[in-house]
């Protein structure tokens, strides 16, 4: 079974307009992690948060976490051609390692 | 600027051959990780390392895979004997304290023949 899910597994949507991914997940976890991925490039941090959190911000970056429902939604809000990249959930139990969801692909057309 | 750097960018090894992954942080860090991801595919865990010895594997991390850490720097991932389904990007992460980010190298994209 798979441990992170993503929705919509891709996404155009408008400079200017608001981006909004979702990430399910099936196990208990102490934090979840989101990272942006540009073509064949490396992974980029973008925001961690803890189980024991339900909302972060970072910038134009919005996160949420509802450990009953097993789900996370990262927000992009006023959206720029730059943040055209795939875009990753990852959660980490007591063990640490990352286990990764399988993608959004945002496209931002200017 | 990642936080740790990783060479070569790109390698391209016949099938059969050995290949070494180098990862090199720019600050002390304890924690050290190695991913991979095949071509269109998610990105998967393959081997955690702290104080110098292997404290997780995941069942792809099989004996053809080896890691260590040389000179107490450099951290690096063996392939002893690759096959063409190891053709993937590989990447190398580092921790600090638990709990916290991971942060991603901009990985080594190997090519097996």
């Known amino acids: 079974s798979q441990q992170g899910e993503e929705d919509p597994q891709a996404l155009s949507i408008q400079e200017g307009e608001n981006a909004t991914m979702n990430c399910s997940y099936k196990t208990s976890i102490n934090n979840l992690q989101w990272y942006r991925q540009n073509s064949g490039r490396g992974l980029v941090h973008l925001i961690l948060?803890?189980?024991?959190?339900r909302e972060k911000h970072s910038g134009r970056l919005r996160v949420t976490l509802d450990t009953s429902k097993k789900s996370s939604s990262l927000l992009i809000t006023a959206s720029r051609a730059a943040d055209t990249a795939s875009y990753f959930c990852?959660?980490?139990?007591?063990?640490?390692?990352?286990?990764f969801g399988t993608g959004t692909r945002l496209q931002v057309f200017p | 600027e990642p936080e740790v750097t990783q060479t070569p960018s790109h390698q391209v090894t016949q099938m059969g051959q050995e290949v070494i992954l180098r990862c090199v942080p720019i600050s002390n860090h304890l924690y050290f990780y190695w991913y991979r991801q095949i071509l269109g595919q998610k990105v998967e865990f393959l081997v955690s390392?702290?104080?110098?010895?292997?404290?997780?594997k995941s069942e792809i991390f099989d004996d053809q895979f080896s890691v260590e850490r040389p000179d107490g720097s450099n951290f690096t991932l063996k392939i002893r004997s690759t096959k063409l389904e190891d053709s993937a990007m590989y990447f190398c992460?580092?921790?600090?304290?638990?709990?916290?980010?991971?942060?991603f190298g901009d990985g080594t994209r190997l090519s097996i023949l």
């Open positions: 990852a959660t980490a139990d007591n063990t640490d390692k990352l286990i």
């Open positions: 992460a580092i921790r600090g304290a638990f709990n916290q980010p991971q942060h």
């Open positions: 948060i803890r189980s024991n959190e």
């Open positions: 390392f702290y104080n110098n010895e292997i404290s997780e």
